[in-house]
């Protein structure tokens, strides 16, 4: 409020998962129970898995949907655009 009062929060999306790592689904689920009226759906097109399409993408200052390797992080990354902008619209 205070540095960009014009913002909108529109929820926590989870990011950067690790599938196999116990520690992050116990921070995922400890999310989930104390602040579900702020989380994405866990839905598809609501997370970005930890891709390492994403990084070399970065490096070579490409979006991951023009990176060889990025099919995956690419669809991940394109349908929770969609899903921002569509959270956006209905605020």
């Known amino acids: ?3 960009n009062p014009k913002m909108n929060f529109l929820g926590i999306l989870p990011n950067r ?3 196999t ?3 992050q689904k116990s921070a ?3 999310l989930l129970t104390q ?3 702020y989380m ?3 839905t598809t097109g609501t997370r970005i898995g930890e891709r390492q399409a994403i990084p070399e993408a970065l490096s070579l200052g490409l979006p991951v ?3 060889k390797k990025g099919s995956d992080a690419a669809e991940e990354m394109l349908g929770v655009m ?3 902008a569509e959270k956006a619209e209905m605020q």
Request: charged share 25%; net charge positive.
């Open 21 to 23: 790592s116990t520690r």
């Open 28 to 30: 995922l689920e400890s």
């Open 1 to 3: 409020q205070r540095y």
């Open 40 to 42: 994405f759906s866990l």
């Open 65 to 67: 949907w023009q990176h």
């Open 17 to 19: 998962l690790r599938g």
């Open 82 to 84: 969609r899903r921002i």
């Open 35 to 37: 602040y579900p009226q």
